[in-house]
């Protein structure tokens, strides 16, 4: 069978051969001590590099089998081989026509979906609003506002009537804060945190959860690009951030993993910020205590 843009090779990884031992309370079974995805089906947008790629590795590990989507062919077949053969599909995920296309051949690939992070995305220019112009404005609100949404529907169109499944959107702190000179990509990272609720809400009572992480700022090649160019300094984010360092992008998917498990099974419309403390920092300029 040929499917669109990819391998036809899935990998299924089991992280550990013992059983998940149950944990009895009260004559109820409550809780596992395993942290486990054996038998999901995940497909990530983004996938060819940076936290999409990270997470792919992460649910791999973790027992879920996963397909990648990502514009990127090349680094989508380099992170196929990376994980040992997977399922990947060329896709714009701001093309209604090839997000619609991709979910469906993925949860027909993989024989269901019950999990879809929504990684996909792009930076914008750093440049003051009264310079922006509105076409690379508008490429932005496509790709992470509008491509987020598309994805979400159409991961919903197979998980609504299988009565379960969870979607993770990636936000940002960059959304609910005012940053001077990002003037697409905050305003379409806060659309994503109000996009989520909105469809937690619409889907919960069909058994779709919907949530978001919202990184800070991770050493991750789109962060690289913007260091490189001097857009960013990264010793004024570290003395901004309480933690003192820029996350991993490991511990962005380690978040992500959490949310799309049964751990998280009673959670919903939320935005977990993963930021070292960026948000919860209220003073004026470096955090400095000590």
């Known amino acids: ?26 004559g109820q079974i409550m809780a596992t001590t395993a942290f486990s995805l054996a038998g999901k089906k ?18 791999r590990d973790l027992g879920a089998a996963v397909a ?4 990127n062919t090349e680094g989508l077949a380099a992170q196929s081989e990376a994980l040992g053969g997977c399922l990947t599909f060329e896709c714009d995920v701001s093309d209604e026509a090839q997000a619609e296309a991709i979910v469906a051949a993925a ?6 979906l019950d999990i879809a992070v929504n990684s996909a995305g792009v930076v914008d220019e750093v440049k003051y609003a009264l310079e922006r112009e509105m076409e690379p404005w508008q490429r932005v609100m496509d790709v992470n506002l509008k491509g987020t949404f598309q994805m979400c529907r159409a991961a919903a169109r ?3 009537p299988q009565g379960q499944g969870a979607i993770v959107n990636i936000a940002s702190v960059n959304g609910p804060g005012g940053w001077p ?66 996350a991993t992008s490991e511990e962005i998917g380690q978040s992500i993993a959490f949310l799309a498990s049964d751990w ?14 960026w948000m919860a920092y209220g ?8």
């Open 42 to 59: 995940a497909l990530i947008t983004g996938g060819a590099s940076g936290i999409g790629a990270t997470t792919a590795g992460i649910l």
């Open 107 to 112: 949860a027909d690939a993989l024989g269901g």
């Open 68 to 71: 990648l989507t990502d514009v």
């Open 181 to 246: 000179r990002r003037t697409a990509y905050g305003p379409s990272k806060a659309a994503i945190v109000a996009l989520t609720k909105e469809l937690a809400c619409e889907w919960g009572p069909r058994g779709v959860r919907v949530n978001a992480v919202g990184p800070g700022y991770v050493a991750t090649p789109m962060i690289a690009g913007l260091i490189e160019d001097g857009k960013i300094d990264t010793e004024r984010l570290n003395n901004r951030t309480p933690l003192g360092r820029l």
């Open 1 to 26: 069978m040929t499917l669109p843009g990819g391998c036809l090779a899935s990998l299924h990884v089991q992280c550990s051969n013992r059983e998940p031992k149950q944990v009895q309370r009260q």
């Open 264 to 277: 998280a099974s009673y959670i919903t419309g939320e935005t977990l910020f993963v930021d070292g403390g």
């Open 283 to 290: 003073g004026a300029g470096d955090v400095k205590t000590f």
């Open 158 to 160: 197979v998980m609504v």
